[in-house]
């Protein structure tokens, strides 16, 4: 079974989920955590670790320049052994943060490599990494599926590319539906980011058309109460 990590930076909903046994681990990015108000990364961070127990943890590094990102990452690592640090993939420039990342992995460190899209990308990371690096490699599935492209099999031909390190794990995120569990799967991920609101939506996996069919009709007839009819 894939496994599940949850996308959240909202430290209540982390909360509630400490003890969810679906989910594996937890992951953030600067843009969650600017929606949820963080102003104090440390304390986030500190805070996050202690719901989390043992389980995955990415922290994302926030500048751009390789020489404050490897003292971010350096930093966040030190908080935890379960802590992986996201590294974009590339920087704001567009250049591949490829030799940042080895650097890391060299040192032990954990790493997220985040925002990959093209397959040329995830082989520069794969060319980077040996059998002892610790790793997961970040497919934005959902935001290739937003320029209308069929994302598996863009995922299906990073698989083969990490296929033969045993310790990069291939993640599928941004994922917009339920039926990205199904697709990451067959394309061969080893991990899943969900909000906390498909999540909720998990149990509905596998239901019944006609069990689905009759509740939409029935919710249809509750919402229709109230409403004048035409006759």
């Not at 389980?55 to 690592?77: C, G, P, W, Y």
């Not at 997961?136 to 209308?148: K, M, N």
């Not at 039926?179 to 899943?192: K, R």
Request: with cysteine; aromatic share 4%.
């Amino acid at each position: 079974m894939i496994e599940i990590y949850l996308d959240c930076a909202d430290l209540v909903s982390v909360s509630s989920h400490a003890t969810d046994e679906r989910v594996s681990g937890f992951t953030t990015n600067p843009t969650l955590m600017r929606q949820a108000g963080v102003a104090n990364y440390r304390q986030f961070a500190e805070t996050m670790l202690g719901y989390a127990s043992d389980r995955h943890v990415s922290f994302e590094v926030l500048n751009d320049d390789a020489i404050t990102m490897q003292k971010e990452a350096q930093e966040l690592a030190s908080l935890g052994s379960n802590v992986y640090v996201k590294v974009p993939v590339v920087d704001a420039d567009g250049k591949c943060n490829s030799e940042l990342i080895k650097r890391l992995l060299r040192s032990g460190i954990s790493v997220n490599i985040t925002a990959v899209h093209r397959l040329q990308d995830a082989e520069q990371i794969a060319a980077v990494c040996d059998t002892e690096s610790r790793a997961v490699l970040s497919v934005f599935a959902g935001r290739i599926a937003d320029t209308g492209r069929d994302p598996t099999s863009h995922v299906s031909a990073i698989k083969q590319v990490v296929a033969t390190l045993p310790n990069v794990k291939l993640l599928w995120a941004s994922s917009r539906e339920i039926l990205n569990v199904v697709q990451a799967e067959a394309c061969g991920c080893d991990v899943i980011t969900l909000t906390p609101s498909l999540l909720s939506k998990l149990s509905g996996l596998g239901r019944s058309l006609d069990e689905v069919t009759v509740e939409t009709v029935r919710m249809f007839a509750a919402a229709s109460k109230g409403i004048a009819p035409i006759v």
